[in-house]
């Protein structure tokens, strides 16, 4: 949600609830500033034709970064109104529903976006006020995102159902995986396809993941081919997962490598939903013992993007501390208890000793990839952006119970992103929304 449409909600709260929401979205029209117009009427909140011409202008931008073919006008546009409404419905859902943001929290997360901006807290009045912002309107702002991510996860999770059953065959296939695969570091390179692509744009992507696999196969680089063409988060690590066992690893890419050894490239691509991939085997290790599991003790620095903090911003912010502790100025501790976002910052970001399944795939597979004492790059995730240390590794026996409540959680996480899309799909479903025509 932007400052500016937070301004509007606050400006226009004391006028009364009680207008049906496309009346009350037009009272709060007079609000709008001169030349703008209310594209969309979200339940109690609206969207403006500068929200979505500003959104219209960061997906262009995405794209032209990331090299990808440029959606025409219409789609781009319809994207950015897309994704702005499904902001509105859920900002809207969580101030219903969600517990209340203590105040000593929120100003902690307040002081954060100071920190993270480089500005002291008069600095950050300041520069609020030279933006026309009011503070009250700028911390309600990250009220709204605080609670939108808790109803979030919570509602979420609910919606997740794990059997007996469903562990029972889950662990009977790692039986079966750590017998005969062990454990396996796969790099991949995605050349992505939009949604509803068409077929020359499919066309047009495969060509170019045919040429990228042609060019490793050739002998160039992998890591700098992934870093220079693919896709995803993990380009920054050369494409690579990290040493995991094959239950964790995406079911299409086991199949696609099986029998393949270390080293070794995939002789063709690999189509899933999200496109085209280019994958190798960077190492396999033999089979072992399914209660026999590697736990890792880590620490980590997490920051939210927001509306104040970018995801880049974030990632540069991290960046820097990274550096400070490398070079002796700091401590990873210090840094987590000044700058962290989540509950671990008071114990210097400590997460205590985890087995596999206990972090979302992204996490688990960075930190994975680091020796004892390592600290990563920073790691995006659904929860923000991370920078992780490794502090201990050990190998344990772990009990039936214990494995089983592992089962559970990887189960868990392999469901969430379509439980994920299935409540933001009823959530819209539900919610009012009225379309309003405007001129660009």
Same mark, same amino acid.
């Given at each position: 949600?932007?400052?500016?449409?937070?301004?509007? /909600?606050?400006?226009?709260?004391?006028?009364?609830?009680? =207008?049906?929401?496309?009346?009350?979205?037009?009272?709060?029209?007079?609000? +709008?500033?001169?030349?703008?117009?209310?594209?969309?009427?979200?339940?109690?909140?609206?969207?403006?034709?500068? #929200?979505?011409?500003?959104?219209?202008?960061?997906?262009?931008?995405?794209?032209?970064?990331?090299?990808?073919?440029?959606?025409?006008?219409?789609?781009?546009?319809?994207?950015?109104?897309?994704? =702005?409404?499904?902001?509105?419905?859920?900002?809207?859902?969580?101030? %219903?529903?969600?517990?209340?943001?203590?105040?000593?929290?929120?100003?902690?997360?307040? @002081?954060?976006?100071? $920190?993270?901006?480089? =500005?002291?807290?008069?600095?950050? +009045?300041?520069?609020?006020?030279?933006?026309?912002?009011?503070?009250?309107?700028?911390?309600?702002?990250?009220?709204?995102?605080?609670?939108?991510?808790?109803?979030?996860?919570?509602?979420?999770?609910?919606?997740?159902?794990?059997?007996?059953?469903?562990?029972?065959?889950?662990?009977?296939?790692?039986?079966?995986?750590?017998?005969? !695969?062990?454990?396996?570091?796969?790099?991949?390179?995605?050349?992505?396809?939009?949604?509803?692509?068409?077929?020359?744009?499919?066309?047009?992507?495969?060509?170019?993941?045919?040429?990228? +696999?042609?060019? $490793?196969?050739?002998?160039?680089?992998?890591?700098?081919?992934?870093?220079?063409?693919?896709?995803?988060?993990?380009? %920054?690590?050369?494409?690579?997962? &990290?040493?995991?066992?094959?239950?964790?690893?995406?079911?299409?890419?086991?199949?696609? *490598?099986? &029998?393949?050894?270390?080293?070794?490239?995939?002789?063709?691509?690999?189509?899933?939903?999200?496109?085209?991939?280019?994958?190798?085997?960077?190492?396999?290790?033999?089979?072992? @013992?399914?209660?026999?599991?590697?736990?890792?003790?880590?620490?980590?620095?997490?920051?939210?993007?927001?509306?104040?903090?970018?995801?880049?911003?974030? !990632?540069?912010?991290?960046?820097?501390?990274?550096?400070?502790?490398?070079?002796?100025?700091?401590?990873?501790?210090?840094?987590?208890? #000044?700058?962290?976002?989540?509950? @671990?910052?008071?114990?210097? &970001?400590?997460?205590?000793?985890?087995?596999?399944?206990? /972090?979302?795939?992204?996490?688990?597979?960075?930190?994975?990839? =680091?020796?004892?004492?390592?600290? @990563?790059?920073? *790691?995006?995730?659904?929860?923000?952006?991370?920078?992780?240390?490794?502090? %201990?590794?050990?190998?344990?026996?772990? %009990?039936?119970?214990?494995?089983?409540?592992?089962?559970?959680?990887?189960?868990? #996480?392999?469901?969430?992103?379509?439980?994920?899309?299935?409540?933001?799909?009823?959530?819209?479903?539900?919610?009012?929304?009225?379309?309003?025509?405007?001129?660009?």
């Amino acid at each position: 949600m932007s400052i500016r449409s937070l301004n509007l /909600f606050v400006a226009t709260l004391l006028m009364g609830l009680s =207008l049906s929401p496309a009346a009350w979205a037009q009272q709060r029209a007079i609000d +709008l500033k001169p030349g703008d117009y209310i594209a969309a009427v979200v339940n109690q909140d609206v969207v403006a034709a500068s #929200e979505v011409v500003q959104r219209t202008m960061q997906l262009r931008e995405e794209a032209k970064r990331r090299g990808v073919s440029m959606p025409d006008p219409a789609a781009l546009h319809k994207q950015a109104m897309d994704a =702005l409404i499904d902001d509105r419905v859920l900002v809207t859902h969580a101030r %219903e529903t969600s517990g209340k943001v203590d105040e000593p929290e929120l100003d902690r997360v307040v @002081s954060n976006v100071a $920190a993270q901006n480089k =500005l002291t807290m008069p600095q950050l +009045l300041e520069r609020l006020k030279q933006d026309g912002t009011d503070f009250r309107t700028f911390r309600e702002n990250l009220r709204d995102q605080m609670m939108t991510e808790r109803v979030r996860e919570r509602e979420v999770q609910a919606r997740i159902r794990i059997t007996d059953g469903d562990i029972d065959t889950y662990l009977e296939q790692r039986k079966e995986q750590a017998n005969s !695969t062990g454990q396996m570091n796969l790099a991949h390179i995605l050349i992505k396809l939009p949604d509803g692509a068409s077929e020359a744009v499919v066309a047009e992507r495969k060509a170019r993941a045919e040429a990228v +696999l042609a060019r $490793a196969q050739a002998g160039d680089d992998f890591a700098k081919l992934a870093r220079e063409f693919s896709d995803d988060a993990t380009k %920054e690590r050369g494409g690579e997962f &990290g040493l995991r066992p094959a239950d964790r690893l995406p079911d299409l890419f086991v199949q696609a *490598v099986a &029998g393949l050894k270390s080293g070794e490239l995939s002789p063709q691509l690999l189509r899933s939903g999200a496109g085209f991939h280019v994958l190798k085997v960077v190492e396999r290790q033999g089979g072992g @013992s399914l209660t026999t599991v590697t736990q890792t003790h880590a620490r980590h620095v997490l920051l939210r993007p927001s509306a104040q903090l970018s995801a880049e911003v974030a !990632t540069r912010r991290l960046a820097e501390f990274k550096r400070a502790i490398a070079s002796g100025n700091t401590s990873f501790e210090a840094v987590a208890r #000044e700058n962290s976002e989540d509950g @671990s910052a008071a114990e210097g &970001g400590d997460l205590g000793w985890m087995g596999p399944g206990a /972090f979302v795939p992204e996490f688990e597979a960075a930190m994975n990839a =680091l020796p004892l004492g390592g600290i @990563s790059d920073p *790691v995006p995730s659904r929860f923000g952006v991370h920078l992780i240390q490794v502090v %201990e590794r050990r190998l344990v026996e772990v %009990e039936m119970k214990a494995l089983r409540e592992q089962a559970k959680a990887a189960l868990r #996480e392999g469901k969430y992103e379509e439980a994920y899309l299935e409540w933001v799909k009823d959530l819209r479903s539900r919610a009012y929304v009225e379309m309003r025509e405007w001129l660009d």
